[in-house]
């Protein structure tokens, strides 16, 4: 693949590899920096900036996308590694031009306040409901820790997810 | 981030050869802890060896008994598997107090071993750290160090390791199955993780060249009497102040097996052989419980801002030795401290 290899630039090997992705549904060929994490090519190659960059250290979940069905923080994945994968992020919920029923549920619930949080909170939302394990409002507060509102939109988010985890 | 090379390993024997060949690479699996390190300039691999897609990813009954754990099992998928649900569930519950549901199910069990601490002057490269940097100090000694070791540590490291997982491993009594150029050797859990001494830049007795490909649990499970209990700043998502892992074995309200280790106190998963024995053939109950928590607590020491972890840990052993001798373990969901 074109602009595979390595060069040399300010003391520091840029060194690139060729990447297969699947990305909503699309698929996507790359040639990544070694060094780039999943989060900076959705945003900054792939144009898709509803998945945000919060601490970029893991602790926020501002960063969280699904990759093959399973949430993950995308900002301590190394792009490189996910040769063949599937991912899903914010953009990729919708389907025909309808909302997600997560989506819809943080609307009807007013959850969230300046939003930057939100692609995160919904695509570990959709995680937790493929999961299975949350049955009670403790355990989706356990299962929904690893991401942080600053707004403390938390009471509502919780609402939000109930609903959406009702058999429709 | 430094520039680095990177590779995939075919199977086991290419990741060491691959290993053996390049001097100061890493092993990457999940990725959690490392490439964080990466990017905090912490740590800086000339090349990374990728050996997330190796087949270690199974758990399996061992013939002769026990189950047998694949190093590149996710955290969420150990803690979740129905074998391991029913039969350690203290390694279940563990498991799923440590870290965030995203982060679990990217990290490896392998790479939950070889965590590296979560002290700040470790992950700050503008101060000294004789971990990160062996002779320059350790600035925690007299800093900030509220999260650091009461027990077992040195003057040279006050470090604690981060795991919760590796507590309940401790109880188990896991031993850890690891790969190198000249074949595989076993190593008990409690030989894995080191303490400081005046080298804490080594965390563990495993070579450089070495991989990690299976943990492997004996039989006694302790699934009629356990507990992991975690305390913590706040309710979800964070490090220990203090843990305990509790295992018990109990025969008409006596005790049979005692196996207890602490988490976030020291360099390693702290067991304590004294404390253990002295529960054995006693009447499961509060003075008993009371005694080996003073008889683990005897030779702690605390530093400017964590003392009170002494007499947290003390009331957190009693606390948790009562919930497994009662069969009613810590849930890692609604945190009430039954």
């Given at each position: 693949?074109?602009?595979?290899?390595?060069?040399?630039?300010?003391?520091?090997?840029?060194?690139?590899?060729?990447?297969?992705?699947?990305?909503?549904?699309?698929?996507?060929?790359?040639?990544?920096?070694?060094?780039?994490?999943?989060?900076?090519?959705?945003?900054?190659?792939?144009?898709?900036?509803?998945?945000?960059?919060?601490?970029?250290?893991?602790?926020?979940?501002?960063?969280?996308?699904?990759?093959?069905?399973?949430?993950?923080?995308?900002?301590?994945?190394?792009?490189?590694?996910?040769?063949?994968?599937?991912?899903?992020?914010?953009?990729?919920?919708?389907?025909?031009?309808?909302?997600?029923?997560?989506?819809?549920?943080?609307?009807?619930?007013?959850?969230?306040?300046?939003?930057?949080?939100?692609?995160?909170?919904?695509?570990?939302?959709?995680?937790?409901?493929?999961?299975?394990?949350?049955?009670?409002?403790?355990?989706?507060?356990?299962?929904?820790?690893?991401?942080?509102?600053?707004?403390?939109?938390?009471?509502?988010?919780?609402?939000?997810?109930?609903?959406?985890?009702?058999p429709s | 981030m430094i520039g680095f090379e990177y590779a995939r390993a075919g199977t086991v024997a290419d990741a060491v050869r691959q290993m053996a060949a390049s001097r100061g690479a890493k092993f990457v699996a999940g990725g959690t802890n490392l490439v964080d390190l990466m990017k905090m300039d912490?740590?800086?691999?000339?090349?990374?060896?990728?050996?997330?897609?190796?087949?270690?990813?199974?758990?399996?009954?061992?013939?002769?008994?026990?189950?047998?754990?694949?190093?590149?099992?996710?955290?969420?998928?150990?803690?979740?598997?129905?074998?391991?649900?029913?039969?350690?569930?203290?390694?279940?519950?563990?498991?799923?107090?440590?870290?965030?549901?995203?982060?679990?199910?990217?990290?490896?069990?392998?790479?939950?071993?070889?965590?590296?601490?979560?002290?700040?002057?470790?992950?700050?490269?503008?101060?000294?750290?004789?971990?990160?940097?062996?002779?320059?100090?350790?600035?925690?000694?007299?800093?900030?160090?509220?999260m650091n070791a009461i027990l077992g540590a040195s003057e040279s490291c006050i470090a604690v390791h981060p795991s919760d997982m590796c507590v309940a491993l401790a109880v188990l009594e896991a031993r850890v199955r690891v790969a190198g150029p000249i074949g595989e050797r076993v190593v008990p859990f409690a030989e894995f993780h080191r303490l400081p001494g005046d080298t804490p830049q080594r965390d563990t007795n495993l070579d450089p060249d070495e991989l990690v490909t299976a943990i492997e649990l004996p039989p006694r499970g302790f699934a009629a009497h356990h507990t992991y209990l975690k305390i913590r700043d706040r309710h979800s998502y964070a490090f220990a102040l203090v843990s305990v892992a509790v295992g018990l074995e109990i025969e008409g309200g006596t005790i049979r097996e005692a196996r207890l280790a602490l988490g976030g106190v020291a360099h390693k998963p702290w067991r304590d052989a004294q404390a253990e024995a002295a529960l054995r053939g006693r009447p499961a109950g509060e003075a008993a419980f009371a005694q080996a928590a003073d008889l683990v607590l005897h030779g702690a020491r605390g530093f400017a801002h964590n003392t009170f972890k002494i007499e947290l840990a003390r009331r957190a052993i009693v606390r948790a030795l009562s919930q497994a001798a009662r069969g009613t373990p810590q849930t890692q969901s609604g945190k009430k401290i039954a």
């Open positions: 693949m074109e602009g595979t290899g390595s060069s040399t630039t300010g003391g520091s090997r840029a060194i690139t590899e060729p990447v297969r992705l699947t990305v909503n549904g699309e698929a996507r060929q790359l040639a990544v920096d070694v060094r780039r994490s999943l989060l900076d090519v959705l945003r900054d190659t792939l144009d898709l900036t509803g998945t945000k960059k919060g601490c970029d250290q893991g602790q926020c979940g501002a960063c969280t996308v699904l990759v093959d069905g399973r949430r993950v923080l995308s900002c301590l994945i190394l792009a490189v590694s996910q040769d063949g994968a599937t991912v899903t992020t914010i953009e990729g919920l919708a389907r025909d031009g309808r909302l997600h029923p997560l989506q819809q549920a943080f609307i009807d619930h007013d959850a969230f306040q300046c939003g930057y949080c939100t692609p995160g909170q919904i695509c570990s939302a959709a995680g937790l409901i493929a999961e299975g394990r949350a049955r009670t409002p403790d355990d989706i507060r356990e299962l929904m820790s690893g991401n942080l509102c600053r707004c403390g939109a938390y009471t509502n988010i919780v609402a939000a997810i109930r609903q959406a985890m009702q | 912490v740590e800086r691999p000339p090349k990374l060896i990728d050996i997330s897609r190796l087949p270690l990813d199974k758990v399996e009954e061992i013939a002769t008994g026990g189950l047998r754990i694949g190093a590149l099992v996710r955290n969420s998928d150990l803690a979740y598997h129905p074998l391991v649900e029913r039969l350690y569930p203290v390694l279940s519950s563990a498991l799923l107090a440590g870290a965030s549901p995203q982060l679990r199910n990217m990290a490896s069990i392998g790479g939950n071993l070889l965590q590296r601490t979560r002290c700040p002057y470790f992950y700050d490269v503008a101060t000294p750290c004789n971990k990160r940097d062996p002779g320059s100090g350790c600035p925690a000694i007299g800093g900030l160090n509220r």
